[in-house]
């Protein structure tokens, strides 16, 4: 498996490191506990297209939203996850 | 009274200081004339240390995997919003608004040219290095037999300079004897 850092390029997979679903948000700090429980712990395991963090750790140490088939392995995409939450702040703030 | 500090080769006391060959393909040095510090902007700042690199050294920072040289001072990318600057004289990057750290005695840098030096990179570095991909100017972050690495080709010998952090220099020069062994390495400290 390669992954195509938008900083870097096309780099094997042993560059990087996995982190978790990237589609989590973390509760607002008021929130109830069964909200940060569900933050912590509850993750989908979806068969298909998967959000997910990357760190490019022996490269330019970013950190990466890559959507990947679980299936397959087939990237679709490669984002810089500060642009992902900069977008989803500013989302918000609309 | 502070103790004088002494420059000191991270290598000398932990390697064979010289290994010739008679017609070497490949010749490997270690860089000790450079001054390097490792300087990141300040969030939302970018346009304000471009402007300062370029009125203090005449050099467009780059924003790709490249080196921008002019004169005895580079920068080179070392990720988004950060670079390694090198020097070959005393030079002082700390007057830069960023946030600027000496790394001068943290890293050490290996120079390795020659016709048969993309060969015998070959044999511990992923990436290509092949003209087509990997030229005089380029730069990239990645792993030497997963030594993180910092290197870029300054010309078409070509020549490679590797950064690596001080503790691994001992490391990656064996590699590099080892891998240039069948290729006829001069390694001379
Ligand atoms: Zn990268």
Redesign the interface.
Known sequence: MRIACP???L??V??FAYFGDASVTRPAADAAETAFADYVYLRDNPAGAHRELWSHA?????WLVVTRDTRSHAIETVE?A?DVALARTSEAQS | MPEPLLARSALRAHVAPEIAAPAPGVVLRERTDLTLASVAAFKGREAELADAVRSAYGIELPTT?TRVAAGEVAFVW???G?WLATATGPVDFSTLPAAVADQSDGRSVLSVSGERARETLATLI??DLHPRAFTSGDA????AA?I?VHLWQTDDAPTYEIAVFRSYAATLWRWLVHAGQSRGIDAKL
Request: aromatic content about 0%; some cysteine.
């Open positions: 900083h870097c390029g780099r094997g042993d560059e022996l490269g330019c140490q970013s810089a500060r | 995997p070392a990720g988004p950060k992923a990436i990239a972050l990645t792993h997963s993180s």
